[in-house]
């Protein structure tokens, strides 16, 4: 038995009881799953009756266990009959009453926000522009030629833009310090890879020199021990390379390229230039209408959806540090910022990136957007020739969360093409 309470954008807090009789039924149900961790004298493992258990162990031994299966099946059939209850967040529980005559359970769920649509159609929207430069693909053409340049020993003081090799050993008030020595490093000058200033005092050197270059070590260093300290290294500078670029013309073309001409190489450069831009300026501009729809429109954003939002971004980031071999208290030592600080930053985005997404949904319900299923077949076939697989094995291979990722993939792609029909695009 269950009472339903819908509270103001939604909310909707729920009173599910349980009878005694059904308490029984689901403490035999976590009986029938736990038994066998129970080992008691006279009885073989797994064989030993729930009464035998509950007197050794307590009455209570197998309420927790029977608690997670009555929630989870009696919140199931609920979610079921009551459609119009749309959870966007997890369920917060609270026992009223937890004994053997029985259980209440207090539930607050976080229902689908109520969305006032405003306008989304016949909106002027200013599409993305840019053009390839002669500048970009330079720097394109650059790029090509940094991949093979080749480096040459040079016998004359460092400047910018040289690599050093170097030996060094770092102190603080006359102690060395742990991680301040190395041995024949080589370091761009310009890099920025060293601490400030560091560089810039090895600009003039030579090779067999020795100088003391001196630095001051940042308040937000993450290093507790080093920050806001003065350090002296003791450098020795053995050798200066100078970066030579290869020759701007035909024979660079050819090395790079599948072409004989320089012309002609700079010419395919600038046509996938141009198709990447297109790309780019595309989706700038679907980006552009969707922010323009959600200005139209108010939503109330709940603050559970809010704090699941930021928690999925500090997950993301903290994913995105681990491939620098960072963790996030690294970061945050670095920075000087406090884990509270790194949420609330997210706060806005978080907003934004939870309404977007509930108005989209909205709309696509509104405006009874699907898909059909040779779209999704017609999807897979697609995606399947690219790993040289049939449609139907690669089906197959596929889970339901994967299906679900290319359902999605289709709906937004007719989303923003109904967006781009409905809404001028100047």
């Known amino acids: ?124 929207i200013e599409s993305a522009k840019g053009e390839v430069t002669e ?25 910018m833009g040289d690599f050093v090799t170097i030996d060094f050993i770092g102190s603080t008030d006359g102690v060395e310090f742990e991680g301040g020595q190395a041995e024949n490093y080589r370091l761009e000058l310009g890099s920025k890879s060293f601490i400030d200033n560091f560089e810039n005092q090895i600009v003039g050197m030579e090779a ?14 993450f290093s507790a021990e080093l920050k806001g300290k003065n350090a002296e290294f003791k450098v020795t500078l053995k050798k200066v390379e100078e970066k030579q670029l290869p020759e701007l013309n035909d024979e660079f073309a050819s090395n790079v390229s599948e072409f004989d001409k320089l012309a002609d190489y700079k010419n395919d450069i600038k046509k996938h230039l141009e198709e990447s831009l297109e790309v780019q300026l595309n989706r700038e501009t679907d980006n552009r209408i969707i922010d323009a729809v959600v200005a139209e429109t108010e939503i109330q954003v709940p603050e559970s959806m809010v704090s699941l939002q930021i928690e999925d971004f500090v997950k993301d980031f903290e994913t995105r540090l681990s491939y620098q071999s960072l963790t996030l208290q690294d970061y945050l030592n670095q920075t000087g910022l406090t884990i509270e600080k790194l949420r609330e930053e997210q706060r806005e985005h978080a907003i934004k990136s939870v309404k977007t997404r509930l108005l989209l949904e909205k709309i696509i319900k509104t405006e009874n957007l699907e898909v059909k299923e040779t779209e999704l077949d017609e999807k897979i076939s697609e995606i399947a020739s690219k790993y040289k697989k049939s449609p139907e094995d690669y089906k197959k291979s596929l889970n339901e969360r994967e299906l679900i990722y290319f359902e999605n993939g289709i709906l937004m792609d007719k989303l923003i093409k109904f967006l781009r029909k409905e809404n001028n695009i100047i």
Request: charge should be neutral; aromatic fraction near 10%; avoid cysteine.
């Open 1 to 124: 038995m269950y009472t339903i309470e819908k509270g103001n954008n939604n909310l909707y807090n729920i009173v599910i009881t349980i009878n005694k009789n059904e308490w029984n039924d689901y403490v035999d149900m976590a009986y029938e799953r736990t038994k066998g961790k129970f080992n008691v004298s006279g009885f073989r493992k797994g064989k030993v009756p729930r009464k035998v258990i509950e007197q050794n162990y307590g009455t209570s031994i197998f309420y927790d266990d029977a608690l997670d299966v009555a929630f989870g099946e009696q919140y199931e059939k609920l979610l079921a009959k009551e459609t119009q209850i749309e959870p966007v967040s997890s369920p917060e529980i609270k026992l009223g009453k937890f004994d053997e005559s029985g259980v209440v359970i207090n539930v607050k769920v976080q229902g689908t926000p109520e969305i006032n649509l405003g306008t989304y159609k016949g909106l002027e």
């Open 208 to 221: 067999e020199e020795t100088k003391i270059v001196k630095v001051a070590f940042p308040e937000n260093y």
């Open 135 to 159: 500048e970009k693909i330079d720097a394109e053409i650059n790029q090509q030629r940094e991949k093979i340049s080749r480096f040459e020993i040079v016998q004359r003081k460092a400047k």
